[in-house]
């Protein structure tokens, strides 16, 4: 039962252009979205996060969005730099009662800058 | 501001064994989290503590325990080590201000554990 998608496991884009990762997600009942980064032998590093109560967050080059109606967002890197090669996950936690704000993850999508 | 550190970098064990791995949080953090990830997949949710405590668990058996120090680093135990038990071991720790339920988790470096 994947809750959360990726389904584009790769994308390769061109420096200076725009980056647009894709997650879906099929729990309504998550409340707050991240994406992290995530370079080989490193542990994931986080980007940037979104609450349901918003559509839109950005943060330097990064912006997320939500569609909840969809249930799905977007991460855009704007412009995209050879150095934001990596493995991208998308993550969402639950706001239930008692709910740990245990992240569930996506599988990945990969990432290539080309010069 | 330190971040989080695990020990140790690599590990390997054969089937039948088993392992200790180690974290300490980011200074400040009370919340601890370990993922497993499997080559090729996302981390998955094993267990959370929050101030000692067990706080939700994952789908993973009881062979996969764990505990928090009063100072809020962490250990997870596995035993009876299988082979499918091979993968990245994640620990993330969360800023305090009660149990995490909608904090930033910031993950360490991972130990990367092999069963032969």
């Known amino acids: 039962d994947q809750q959360v998608k990726q389904n584009s496991p790769s994308l390769s884009v061109q420096e200076g252009r725009i980056s647009i990762l894709n997650c879906d997600y099929t729990?309504?009942?998550?409340?707050?979205f991240l994406w992290y980064k995530k370079y080989p032998a490193e542990g994931p590093t986080f980007l940037i996060s979104?609450?349901?109560?918003?559509d839109k967050n950005e943060d330097g080059r990064f912006t997320v969005f939500l569609n909840k109606s969809a249930k799905h967002l977007s991460l855009h890197i704007v412009p995209s730099q050879p150095g934001d090669s990596a493995v991208y996950f998308c993550?969402?936690?639950?706001?239930?009662?008692?709910?740990?704000?245990?992240?569930?993850f996506g599988q990945g999508t990969t990432l290539q800058v080309k010069p | 501001e330190t971040g989080v550190t695990q020990s140790p970098t690599h590990l390997i064990k054969t089937r039948g064994q088993q392992v200790t791995l180690r974290c300490s949080s980011q200074?400040?953090?009370?919340?601890v989290s370990w993922y497993q990830q499997a080559l090729g997949q996302g981390p998955q949710f094993i267990f959370q503590?929050?101030?000692?405590?067990?706080?939700g668990r994952g789908n993973f058996p009881p062979r996969f325990s764990g505990l928090q120090f009063p100072n809020y680093s962490s250990e997870l135990n596995v035993n009876a080590l299988e082979l499918d038990d091979s993968a990245l071991y994640l620990c993330?720790?969360?800023?305090?201000?009660?149990?995490?339920?909608?904090?930033?988790?910031?993950f360490g470096p991972g130990t990367r554990l092999t069963v032969l």
């Open positions: 979104i609450s349901s109560i918003k």
């Open positions: 993550a969402a936690s639950g706001g239930l009662s008692g709910n740990t704000g245990k992240l569930i």
């Open positions: 993330a720790s969360t800023p305090a201000g009660g149990p995490a339920a909608q904090g930033t988790q910031y």
């Open positions: 729990n309504s009942m998550f409340d707050y």
């Open positions: 200074s400040g953090h009370n919340t």
């Open positions: 503590y929050y101030r000692e405590e067990e706080n």
